[in-house]
């Protein structure tokens, strides 16, 4: 029996001879983007632990807003992998030619599920980055002062809370868990078969705990809309800032 290889998924060449250059900085700049993704809800399930007696989420967004040249970090750690894994991948969603029509097998399926949640994670951060930066659709920015208000203010909108973040944890979730997965074949670190599905296994387990961790985010988000901050007032808290 044969085991799964990254070759196994293919798509039209990019870049000739720097095609296998561009799909391992695309590997590595997932990895990356995977390590921002598990730090993000996991700061954000903190929110689950309330506001009294302390804010810890207001804490923790407290520490990183206090990090020194933190738009350097930002840029190279978070906004420069992303946008150029999101291209890539949006690239490689356009021109793949998925098979699992004829060939149904688990790791076809896998992959068609893997390019579908990166579309539903390029809308879904357009919107989450959008919305929290500049106040689109009448929602207040993102207020590092008032970071638990300005998230219950969200979470104020029905289908946000049920529908669009749900969404977008899930399709993060599961694209984070297999993507490790595959950038383990990718890297030659899970040759065997016995070793690509003991990595699966670490690698659900991953991204069930973050599922969980999103989902608390959610639900403290939701329970912290008592906090006495109308969107008038948060609006007022960027103009201070």
Same mark, same amino acid.
């Given at each position: ?18 095609? !296998? ?13 995977? @390590? ?13 632990? &309330? ?7 207001? $804490?923790?967004?407290? +520490? ?8 350097? $970090? ?21 021109? @793949? ?26 809308? !879904? ?11 689109? !659709? ?67 387990? $991953?991204?069930?705990? $973050?599922?969980?961790? @999103? ?5 403290? &988000? ?14 007022? +808290?960027?103009?201070?800032?």
């Amino acid at each position: 029996m044969t085991t799964a290889t990254a070759s196994d998924f293919t798509v039209p060449t990019l870049g000739g001879r720097h095609h !296998f250059l561009l799909r391992r900085l695309h590997s590595l700049t997932g990895l990356v983007f995977g @390590g921002y993704l598990i730090i993000h809800l996991l700061v954000n399930a903190t929110l689950i632990q &309330g506001v009294h007696p302390d804010d810890i989420y207001q $804490l923790q967004v407290d +520490k990183i807003h206090a990090l020194p040249f933190l738009w350097a $970090l930002e840029w190279g750690l978070i906004y420069l992998p992303i946008i150029f894994h999101t291209i890539y991948g949006i690239w490689i969603t356009l021109t @793949g030619q998925p098979n699992v029509g004829h060939y149904p097998y688990t790791k076809n399926i896998f992959y068609v599920l893997q390019r579908a949640s990166a579309v539903i994670i390029v809308l !879904f951060m357009l919107f989450h980055v959008f919305s929290m930066k500049t106040g689109l !659709f009448g929602l207040p920015k993102f207020v590092p002062g008032q970071a638990t208000a300005t998230v219950a203010i969200h979470l104020n909108h029905p289908v946000l809370l049920w529908v669009v973040y749900p969404l977008g944890i899930i399709a993060s979730c599961y694209h984070l868990a297999n993507g490790f997965w595959t950038a383990a074949i990718t890297w030659g670190l899970t040759v065997s078969e016995g070793g690509q599905r003991r990595w699966g296994i670490v690698c659900g387990i $991953l991204g069930v705990l $973050l599922f969980i961790a @999103g989902i608390a985010a959610l639900v403290g &988000g939701a329970r912290a809309d008592a906090v006495p901050l109308t969107p008038a007032q948060a609006q007022q +808290k960027v103009m201070e800032h």
